[in-house]
């Protein structure tokens, strides 16, 4: 009896329980039940009853005659010839749908090959599964979403069989950036497992990794310019940090997914172990007239913190190949500069005694100006536009704080600015139960405002901070979690039907589990796979 039989034999036990009413629950859900279904769900589906048998032992890819030939698409039919065929299906063949085997997806892109997803990249696709199956877009980026769909529609019939429901998809993103914030400073993470993640991100359509790399706790960027910042400022400068190749290996990777990084060097607040390999960088703090040993945020009042910076960005706008930075500007802790003798000096000479807002300001332009000027656009957290900065039009304000976003979600838009929402799904707040059902119902233009307002909404990030989180709990802490933020972000609007989500979610998670990802489940339930015969 293997654990399929098992847990349905329990469940038929706990349902009876339920099934008296005296708990209230609704019966508990039983394995999969939406066989062949799509996460995120496509934007149009038309499915029928009719089945096609799918060759997942000898199924390729083909371009269409008149179709552009692409190094990315080139790379995604390998990657998903060989997903299909380790699908877990065991695929014996019946006579029953001899006639109608599909073992050929002719592929068609209609646009110029692109090699860098980018903000403006094009998702759409439509696919045809039938007698005359297609896979057309007009970008690299559309097929990549369309195999991605295509890899998901294949389900075992009840004889054992690889099949897949005669359909017609047309399909494209709600949102343009649809994030995943990853912490690499709380706790290091290996490349290994930051690529397991892009794996799964593109699962599930997500297409900006919003690299957290360094942060007061540690420095693993290794910088050729300033090698002292991680030799000082990581946890281990032998092995706990991101060397050049390490971090071309994961843009790689990425780009191959059409997913964007978006690297963060957050100031000039939470940048301790930067002053470790860099004297001077920090505010001196003092206790009644003296230093009193410790450090605050980057000095403003100083050149050298400018020259610094632009140094470093300089060297990272070198190797980071999007067009985006993530300057930070959250939480700049005042004390340290109120404290400093030096500081109220420059402050009194520059007419803006006691006004420390004003001197984050003062710092934000200046670093913006640079940045700008080394050729990144940037995007910011919600403070720098809540402190007054005037930023640049094409700069993107993350929302992150959960006190009404809603009302800061109004007020950012209101400026003209660009907006991405991160408050609602911080995935490192837990809470017992299934609160995937609290981020996936979270609507990102419930905010009062325009239709122009609300056109400013680009997207939205789910961000696992990284205090409590390492290699050994970040997929299951992530997936399926992450996955319901996927959804909402890439899915027309209209789709929010909790209810209507779960069994789909729950097939979603299962699939992750069988390709190699443990996501954590989401209910008492079991999966239709041999688990001995993972990937
Ligand atoms: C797919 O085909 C099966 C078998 O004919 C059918 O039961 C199911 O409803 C179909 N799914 C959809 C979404 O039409
Ligand atoms: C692919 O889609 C484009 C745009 O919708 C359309 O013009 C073209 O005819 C389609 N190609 C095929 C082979 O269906
Ligand atoms: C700092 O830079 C400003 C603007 O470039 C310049 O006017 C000033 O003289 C510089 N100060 C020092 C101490 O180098
Ligand atoms: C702060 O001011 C004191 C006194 O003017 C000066 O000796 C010191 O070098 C200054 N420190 C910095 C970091 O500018
Ligand atoms: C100093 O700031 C005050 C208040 O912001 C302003 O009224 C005044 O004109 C400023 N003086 C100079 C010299 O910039
Ligand atoms: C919109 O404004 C109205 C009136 O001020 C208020 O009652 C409502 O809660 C606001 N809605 C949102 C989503 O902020």
Request: charged letters at 20%; one cysteine or more; hydrophobic letters at 40%.
């Amino acid at each position: 009896m293997g654990c399929r039989d098992f847990f349905a034999v329990c469940l038929l036990l706990v349902g009876a329980v339920h099934a008296t009413g005296k708990l209230g629950y609704p019966a508990p859900l039983l394995g999969e039940t939406s066989p062949g279904s799509v996460w995120p769900q496509p934007h149009t589906v038309t499915a029928s009853p009719q089945l096609y048998t799918i060759d997942i032992q000898a199924f390729r890819f083909e371009y269409l005659q008149t179709s552009q030939r692409c190094h990315v698409a080139d790379e995604a039919f390998k990657r998903y010839q060989l997903l299909i065929s380790r699908s877990g299906i065991k695929a014996k063949f019946h006579d029953k749908y001899s006639t109608s085997v599909i073992s050929v997806l002719p592929v068609m892109i209609t646009g110029p090959c692109e090699d860098m997803p980018s903000l403006d990249m094009k998702e759409g696709y439509i696919l045809d599964v039938g007698s005359n199956p297609l896979l057309n877009a007009s970008s690299v980026w559309g097929v990549l979403r369309g195999l991605e769909t295509f890899s998901q529609m294949i389900w075992e019939d009840p004889s054992g069989q690889a099949v897949a429901n005669k359909t017609h998809i047309i399909d494209e993103p709600r949102y343009a950036h649809r994030g995943l914030l990853l912490d690499t400073a709380r706790h290091f993470l290996p490349v290994n497992v930051i690529l397991e993640n892009l794996e799964a991100m593109a699962y599930n359509k997500f297409n900006v990794f919003h690299w957290h790399i360094v942060d007061a706790q540690s420095f693993p960027y290794v910088s050729t310019v300033y090698p002292n910042l991680h030799l000082k400022g990581s946890y281990s400068s032998l092995n706990l940090v991101y060397t050049p190749e390490m971090i071309a290996q994961v843009i790689e990777f990425a780009r191959l997914r059409g997913i964007r990084v978006v690297p963060e060097f957050d100031t000039p607040g939470h940048t301790y172990s930067w002053g470790l390999g860099q004297p001077g960088l920090l505010t001196t703090c003092y206790t009644g007239g003296k230093p009193n040993g410790d450090v605050g945020p980057i000095n403003p009042t100083v050149n050298s913190s400018y020259t610094f910076i632009k140094n470093l960005f300089t060297e990272v706008r070198g190797q980071f190949k999007d067009k985006y930075i993530h300057l930070g500007g959250d939480e700049v802790p005042f004390d340290c500069w109120k404290s400093n003798p030096n500081i109220t000096t420059w402050m009194a000479a520059h007419n803006m005694s006691g006004d420390y807002a004003k001197l984050e300001q003062v710092y934000i332009q200046q670093v913006i100006d640079i940045t700008g000027a080394i050729g990144f656009s940037y995007i910011v957290w919600q403070e720098v536009i809540d402190n007054g900065v005037k930023a640049k039009d094409d700069t993107v304000v993350e929302v992150w704080i959960n006190n009404h976003p809603e009302v800061e979600m109004a007020k950012v838009t209101a400026l003209g600015y660009r907006t991405i929402l991160a408050a609602p799904w911080y995935l490192e707040e837990l809470t017992v139960g299934e609160d995937w059902k609290k981020y996936y119902s979270y609507e990102p233009t419930n905010f009062n405002g325009t239709a122009q307002q609300k056109a400013l909404v680009i997207g939205g990030e789910a961000c696992l901070w990284g205090e409590y989180v390492d290699a050994t709990n970040i997929s299951p802490r992530l997936w399926p979690r992450a996955s319901a933020v996927a959804e909402r972000l890439w899915s027309p609007e209209t789709v929010n039907d909790v209810d209507a989500a779960t069994p789909r979610l729950h097939q979603h998670r299962c699939r992750m589990v069988q390709r190699g990802i443990p996501a954590e489940p989401l209910h008492p339930s079991y999966c239709v796979f041999d688990w001995m015969n993972r990937k």
